[in-house]
């Protein structure tokens, strides 16, 4: 009597301990199945972590409260935030879309939402009060779009056409007004990035069409994206092409010219 009592108790024991173990193993997966959501939407973005790079529109965006995020995680180059995404730092990275769609060429472990995350328009910001310089450079702009030469620098970048119709200054281009210094974040395929010593992309190729009109040389001097506006603002760089979303924000600090492309910002995420 007293060993099957004994058996009995172990038995009892051994099914409590089971049993425990069973609803431990249930509630871990419900856990990570709610951790692990996917972000289909920007619907989806409340609660979750998502990676920008310091001071883009995708920054200024994504920190505001109707998106509801538990963290927004900063970084100073775009590639720093995709690697944060692939390593499972951040859930998602929100970015613009020609350098997102760079970043996936190069990631076939990641993708872009089909929603994009907002519009934007890019233009050229300069001082406050260079208003001699801004209606020159709206000038160029102006020619440089009737003339088609602006499509031709966007399509050497972007598209089919990509590398077939690259940007030459014009063997008659007169530099002898002196130079102007661009300041720009070389970390933006295709806008703006390095090429060996070189940096290179769209930004680049216009703003140097634009000196070849006004007569000017071109000097580009690459920073941090956030160190763009002080740059422009204590003189430093005459004007800054960078992918820059004008903004109300912005507007506050500096002047920009008139919208050379339109763009939007996108929700880069695993696959």
């Known amino acids: 009597m007293k060993n099957w009592k004994k058996v009995t108790a172990f038995a009892l ?3 409590m301990s089971m049993a425990l173990a069973a609803c431990g193993s249930s509630d871990k997966g419900s856990s990570e199945g709610t951790t692990e959501s996917a972000i289909t939407s920007k619907e989806d973005l409340k609660g979750k972590v998502i ?3 310091l001071g883009t529109t995708g920054d200024l965006e994504a920190s505001k409260e109707e ?9 100073s180059k775009g590639s720093e935030a995709v690697q944060a995404l692939k390593s499972g730092q951040v859930d998602c990275v929100i970015i613009d879309s020609q350098p997102a769609s760079k970043f996936v060429e190069k990631n076939d472990d ?3 939402l089909d929603e994009e995350f907002v519009e934007e328009k890019y233009a050229i910001c300069l001082k406050k009060d260079n208003t001699e310089l801004l ?3 709206n000038g160029a702009l102006t020619e ?3 003339e088609g030469v602006i499509d031709s620098i966007m399509a050497n970048y972007i598209g089919d056409e990509t590398g077939k119709t690259p940007y030459e200054s014009p063997a008659d281009a007169d530099h002898s007004k002196g130079k102007l210094v661009m300041a720009t974040n070389a970390e933006f395929e295709p806008y703006e990035y390095h090429e060996g010593d070189a940096i290179v992309g769209i930004d680049a190729d216009i703003a140097q069409a ?3 009109k006004l007569g000017y040389e071109l000097e580009i001097m690459d920073i941090e994206f956030d160190a763009i506006l002080p740059a422009v603002q204590s003189g430093k760089a005459d004007f800054g092409a960078a992918g820059m979303t004008v903004t109300p ?3 506050e600090n500096v002047s920009f010219t008139s919208t050379y492309a339109n763009a939007s910002q996108v929700i880069i995420v695993k696959k």
Not at 67 to 75: C, H, I
């Open 135 to 137: 209606e020159e450079i």
């Open 51 to 53: 990676g920008v790079q």
């Open 144 to 146: 440089l779009e009737s």
């Open 110 to 112: 990641l993708k872009i």
């Open 249 to 251: 924000e912005r507007e």
């Open 67 to 75: 998106y509801g995020a538990k963290e927004v995680k900063r970084f």
């Open 210 to 212: 634009i000196c070849d």
């Open 13 to 15: 024991a051994v099914m």
